[in-house]
Structure formats: C-alpha cells, structure tokens
C-alpha cells in the first residue's frame, strides 16, 4: 500500500487491515497522528513497514501487528511515547527493532515483543515502564542493553522470563523488579552476570530470578524486600 505525495491521511482506524495476508509494504505518510488496534494483524505477507521521516505519530496500539509473522525489522519513530499490549505479539520472525535517536517512548505494553526473535535491544532513556511479559519467551534474547541516562522505574512481571541473557545490569532508577521477572532467563546453563547499579531499588519480586545462573549478587542498600522464591534454583550462587 503506497499512498500519494502530500497525502492528508491521519488515522488509520482499527483493524483496517487485519488479515489482509498479500499485503506486503506500506509507508505511512507523516500526517499519520493515530492508528487503531489490530490495524495490521495477522497481516502475514507484511515484511516492510516505513514511517515517514517527520511523522508525529504517537503510539503504537495493542496488537498492531499481532501474528505478522513477516516482519523481520521495523524502526520505532521517536515521536512513539507507547507501545500498546501485545503490540507486535506472535511476530515470528521479528528480529531487529530499532528506536529512533532521542526517543520519547515512555512505555512498553504487556507482552508486545512476546514470541518474536528479537536477539538483541537497547531500551531508550526515556522509557519508565516494562510491563508483564513483554519478552517472555523471547529464547533467542541474549543482548539486553539500557541506553545512558535510563529513567527505568519498573520491570514488570515475567518480562524477560526464559530468554537467553548472558548480562543483566539493573539501571540505578528502577525501583521495582516484578515477579518472575528474569526466571530462567538463563536458557541454556551458560554463567550470567547480575548486576544492580546503586540508585533506587527497593523491592525484588517473587521468583524474580529463579533459576538463573549468577555466581554472585551484590543486594543494593535500599532493598527492603526480596519475595518468595526470589533466587530459587540459582545453584551457581
């Protein structure tokens, strides 16, 4: 789907194009302000997705590309601040994301990278939030990286649950690590490297790295609370 030069298009509403499975690109003009839920899902045939350079799109919405298993890259504009629940959920061959410099995102919806095969991601400074599950199952995640000057605050439940990190540093701003938050983000036994920079952590949740592979943790002062089950199965500690 190609739109005409100048176009005045600014909403595409919601699942406009869902199931359309021969759909395979589409530039959305930069007049594009709002797009509606499921608007390309289960779009299977869909392998390019181009924003326009000065788009003021905001937020991608829940289930935007829900099951477009022909994804295999997409550039985030740094207009996005929101990234809805399940937003790119059972996309699975998602490999790539990348944001755009100086992003605005803000936050990362429940299970929106879930069931992709995302290998490696920088979360932008700006995001606060990772809601539950967001790469749950993501098997093939082994490079987690938070940009310079992170304004993380929270880790949401089982957000990274059995991924393949080899290296987790906590930003010095989250404050909370949800439950089952990294169990058994070890995957394959290999030895990973926990650490949590000196900031504002108060509270470990239940479970939150079960079954991981650390061989030591340093516990920052702040923390009032480590949940039930919070190291578990950790036997190399």
């Not at 779009?43 to 919405?61: C, E, K, N, R, Y």
């Not at 992170?150 to 990274?160: Q, R, V, Y």
């Not at 290296?167 to 949590?196: H, K, L, M, W």
């Amino acid at each position: 789907v190609s739109f005409e030069a100048d176009s005045s298009l600014n909403s595409i509403g919601t699942n406009a194009f869902n199931g359309a499975t021969a759909l395979t690109s589409i530039d959305i003009p930069e007049k594009v302000t709002s797009i509606g839920p499921s608007a390309f899902e289960s779009a299977t045939g869909l392998t390019q997705v181009t924003f326009a350079p000065d788009i003021s799109f905001g937020g991608i919405p829940g289930r935007m590309f829900y099951g477009a298993t022909g994804l295999t890259s997409i550039d985030i504009p740094n207009t996005v601040t929101t990234i809805g629940a399940k937003a790119f959920y059972g996309a699975s061959n998602l490999y790539t994301i990348t944001f755009e410099e100086n992003s605005t995102l803000d936050t990362i919806g429940s299970e929106a990278f879930r069931n992709t095969i995302i290998a490696s991601i920088e979360i932008p400074a700006s995001v606060t939030t990772i809601g539950t599950s967001v790469f749950y199952w993501n098997w093939r995640l082994y490079t987690l990286t938070f940009e310079a000057g992170s304004n993380l605050e929270t880790i949401g439940a089982s957000a990274f649950r059995e991924t393949s990190l080899d290296t987790i540093t906590i930003p010095a701003s989250v404050t909370t690590i949800g439950p089952n938050a990294f169990e058994g983000s070890d995957r394959f036994g290999r030895v990973q490297y926990i650490t949590f920079a000196d900031g504002s952590l108060n509270s470990i949740g239940t479970g939150a790295f079960q079954n991981t592979m650390s061989t030591s943790i340093a516990i920052p002062a702040g923390v009032t609370s480590i949940g039930i089950n919070a190291f578990l199965g950790a036997f190399k500690l």
